[in-house]
């Protein structure tokens, strides 16, 4: 993420109008009244941009951000915002509601619309930014899911959370040739949130986006219990309430082979994990199991032909 911003750098009488230059340029246009005086504002802004995807990850001093009527008559690019709580507390007020946001929630805001941010502990936030067009959701449903926390009580927004937080954290995926792949899944991914906490879930305006994001969440869901041995595919399907067939139905359209990315994601793990500081201090059996591999023999096997060699081997190359 190239960086956008950092006063470490400029004299404290000019951060004021470089700090506003540069949200203006980066992210929206908003009235900024810093909290602290000027002498002891700190900010720094790290920018990026995956397709119409917009990304700013953010940390400054006490401020709050207002987007008034006479800015909002300016947006030429009507977008919808998310600002993603990392440390502290927020609140954000539009539509005539008021909404509080703690580490691990979001909420989203039209750039359409009068909003004020309030930062009383600083700003520690990833803002992620698309146009709504891109979203083709209708203004009712925009307009009632703004001003309101998506917290980890929704599995969707759950899952939403750490996916846009790990995006705008990775510097090297967004630098990658294949950056551009995640932008129909991120916008899909979105308006299944944006729906599910409408209530719209039982209507055709959400089946299309619950069903465009369910590899997603399965693979997200895979990973996440990649460690237990009892993984399968009945309990797969019935975390994600489809059948089995369904299960395997929907992986095959996305290229995957259930059983096969398992085994390659836990191999991948042991392969780091015995190559690391873990290789010294646990069995070669230990880790395996530690990855879903109950049998020794079984996981040697694996290992051996997916690498070409041991674990053991590949442990002792790596700990000389």
């Not at 070669?284 to 530690?290: D, F, L, N, T, Y």
Request: hydrophobic letters at 40%; a neutral charge; charged letters at 25%.
């Amino acid at each position: 993420m190239s960086p956008g911003l950092d006063t470490a750098f400029i004299p404290s009488q000019d951060r004021e109008e470089v700090i506003r230059q540069a949200v203006w340029d980066s992210v929206v246009v908003v009235d900024i009244d810093h909290h602290p005086p000027a002498g002891e504002i700190r900010a720094r802004m790290d920018v990026d941009s995956v397709g119409p995807l917009r990304v700013c990850s953010a940390r400054s001093t006490e401020v709050t951000l207002r987007r008034t009527e006479r800015l909002v008559r300016k947006d030429e690019e009507p977008s919808l915002f998310l600002s993603l709580q990392v440390t502290g507390t927020s609140m954000g007020a539009q539509n005539g509601r008021e909404c509080v946001v703690r580490p691990g929630e979001f909420a989203v805001f039209r750039s359409n619309a009068p909003y004020t941010l309030l930062f009383d502990e600083g700003v520690d936030h990833h803002f992620l930014r698309l146009p709504l067009t891109a979203l083709a959701l209708p203004d009712r449903l925009l307009r009632d899911t703004t001003t309101v926390t998506f917290s980890a009580e929704n599995p969707l927004a759950r899952l939403a959370y750490t996916y846009f937080s790990q995006l705008a954290d990775s510097d090297e995926f967004r630098r990658s040739p294949h950056a551009d792949a995640v932008v129909a899944p991120s916008i899909e991914l979105l308006r299944a949130v944006l729906i599910s906490q409408h209530g719209d879930m039982d209507t055709g305006l959400a089946k299309e986006p619950m069903e465009a994001t369910l590899a997603l969440r399965i693979r997200h869901y895979v990973r996440e219990h990649l460690a237990e041995p009892d993984l399968s595919a009945a309990r797969i399907a019935a975390a994600h309430d489809i059948s089995v067939r369904h299960l395997y139905a929907v992986l095959s359209r996305a290229g995957i082979s259930l059983g096969d990315w398992i085994r390659a994601r836990r191999l991948d793990g042991c392969k780091r994990e015995l190559a690391g500081p873990a290789g010294r201090s646990r069995t070669v059996a230990a880790i395996g199991r530690s990855w879903g591999f109950v049998n020794a023999t079984h996981f040697s096997r694996v290992f051996k032909d997916a690498y070409g060699m041991s674990p053991r081997a590949w442990r002792d190359l790596n700990h000389r």
